[in-house]
């Protein structure tokens, strides 16, 4: 696969999507967008990869949508645009594989609506986040409104939103926009490591528990327990439960390609 925004990079069973724009501290446009839509859809497809990171090149990760584009749409353009960005974002939060951001820099704008699409962000101490598109005139276009609402409640969103404001890292994990915040140095290694012990659980359990999730935080409590009962259930269909629970009583590591 010909990639010219990103770097992909596979190590055993994780991959590490790298946006690769420094020149524009890492701002996305429709291409970079798309070409991170095909990269996801071929992760998905790849069986060895378990975990996917998603981090940006240099002191960004990603600083928002690349403003010299948007000067140029008109309102038709834009819709597609947002849209698009939509779609690809919906993707990732809903791919069965476990996705981390890993946030080195500004996470503006799109950069923080990537990041919330992800199932885990860990941060650098000198990261930057928010949704400033008010300043533009605009608001977010790819979902921002709807999962920074989710994600830090709706007074919070509105403050972040309406201000334009930009956080750093540790005013960041205080309001729950991250689940950790490490120092600059530490975080390749800090998300590797959560990505390696997540890799090292069930696949299927993975795959199924953020299923769950995902459907179960948009309905009711009600419908969110049916959705656990019938996928708890499943698990006790396959052999990967089986192996799961004699590896724990062996005491010893399972081996989920064993059948």
């Not at 940006?56 to 600083?63: D, I, L």
């Not at 690349?66 to 947002?82: N, T, V």
């Not at 540790?170 to 991250?178: N, T, W």
């Not at 800090?190 to 953020?210: D, N, Y």
Request: aromatic residues 4%.
């Amino acid at each position: 696969m010909s990639l010219e925004k990103l770097v992909l990079q596979i190590d055993g069973s994780i991959a590490t999507i790298k946006i690769n724009r420094p020149e524009v501290l890492n701002a996305v446009d429709v291409d970079t967008i798309l070409e991170l839509e095909t990269t996801m859809h071929s992760l998905n497809d790849d069986k060895k990869v378990k975990v996917i990171i998603i981090t940006g090149e240099g002191k960004s990760f990603v600083a928002g949508s690349d403003i010299s584009k948007l000067a140029k749409m008109d309102s038709i353009q834009a819709r597609e645009y947002s849209q698009i960005g939509q779609r690809v974002l919906n993707y990732i939060e809903n791919i069965e594989k476990p996705v981390i951001a890993a946030i080195n820099g500004y996470a503006l704008g799109s950069g923080c609506e990537i990041a919330m699409a992800c199932d885990i962000r860990i941060a650098s101490e000198k990261a930057k986040l928010g949704q400033p598109e008010s300043k533009l005139g605009l608001i977010p276009g790819h979902g921002g409104t709807q999962r920074l609402a989710r994600i830090v409640g709706i007074a919070k969103a509105k403050e972040l939103i309406f201000t334009s404001e930009i956080i750093d890292a540790q005013e960041a994990l205080k309001i729950g926009l991250v689940n950790k915040v490490v120092p600059a140095e530490e975080l390749v290694t800090e998300v590797q490591k959560i990505a390696q012990t997540i890799s090292q659980m069930g696949p299927l359990a993975i795959k199924l528990g953020k299923t769950v999730i995902n459907r179960g935080i948009d309905s009711n409590f009600t419908t969110g327990t049916a959705y656990e009962s019938e996928a708890f259930s499943v698990c006790f269909s396959t052999t990967e439960s089986k192996e799961g629970i004699n590896a724990f009583l062996e005491k010893r590591k399972p081996d989920w390609e064993a059948k």
